[in-house]
């Protein structure tokens, strides 16, 4: 079984500073990583997601995440947040090769951008 | 194109009702998924389609919860007898499976059901 654990409920950030989403996950079997965003009132949108490879993924809207096997981490990061950025975060895993594995997700980070 | 639609967006039901919540993935997609999102929570599995036959309902809750797709396209989860307890956002999703992609899986925009 996975689970993930997403560190920060709340993150309040000032708009253009840098900001990072803190993941982590356990697993006992490899795993695809993913980080949704969810928009008030709107379902959830992929913004990365890492498969294999180059462990620096980037993805919409300026943002990137790092897998880091060894601290089973998939932080999401972004140089300078705009206001249009608040919204709930979510990562989640699923299974490595498995043919229509179901999504694990984590609790979600709040971000809210304030001018 | 168009996405994976969900309906109705709504539904309030009083606690015993009965109640029929509709999906419609993107068109070619073969893998179906139903999550709950509970207020304040992340996503919960309910169960995976894979064409017509569900290939995974380990996340349904109990025997009160049903889902079908006849087809293979449109999907419907029924709920008997609902429970306060049932109040939530029901997301939909579909995938294409196709290999490389890691089965990336395209969300719709929930149906919000309350039970009175």
């Known amino acids: 079984a996975q689970s993930v654990t997403q560190l920060d409920s709340q993150v309040p950030v000032f708009e253009e500073a840098p900001v990072e989403l803190r993941c982590n996950y356990s697993s006992s079997v490899s795993v695809y990583l993913f980080w949704y965003v969810q928009y008030p009132n709107q379902g959830l949108q992929l913004l990365l997601k890492?498969?294999?490879?180059?462990?620096l993924v980037k993805g919409i809207n300026g943002f990137e995440a790092e897998f880091n096997k060894s601290q089973t981490s998939f932080h999401l990061r972004k140089p300078s947040v705009h206001i249009s950025d608040t919204a709930e975060y979510f990562c989640?895993?699923?299974?490595?090769?498995?043919?229509?594995?179901?999504?694990?997700f984590g609790e979600g980070t709040q971000l809210t951008v304030n001018p | 194109g168009a996405g994976v639609s969900q309906t109705p967006s709504n539904k309030v039901t009083e606690k015993g009702k009965y109640v029929e919540l509709r999906c419609d993935p993107i068109?070619?997609?073969?893998?179906l998924y139903w999550y709950r999102q509970s207020l304040g929570q992340g996503p919960e599995f309910l169960i995976y389609f894979q064409g017509t036959g569900a290939a995974d309902d380990s996340g349904l809750p109990n025997d009160r919860f049903f889902a079908v797709r006849p087809e293979g396209s449109v999907s419907t989860l029924k709920i008997q007898r609902t429970e306060r307890g049932d109040s939530a956002v029901y997301l939909c999703?579909?995938?294409?499976?196709?290999?490389?992609?890691?089965?990336?899986?395209?969300f719709g925009p929930g149906t919000r059901l309350t039970v009175t």
């Open positions: 999703a579909s995938s294409p499976l196709v290999p490389g992609q890691g089965f990336e899986q395209y």
């Open positions: 068109s070619g997609h073969t893998a």
């Open positions: 890492y498969l294999s490879g180059s462990t």
């Open positions: 989640a895993v699923s299974k490595l090769g498995a043919s229509g594995s179901r999504l694990t």
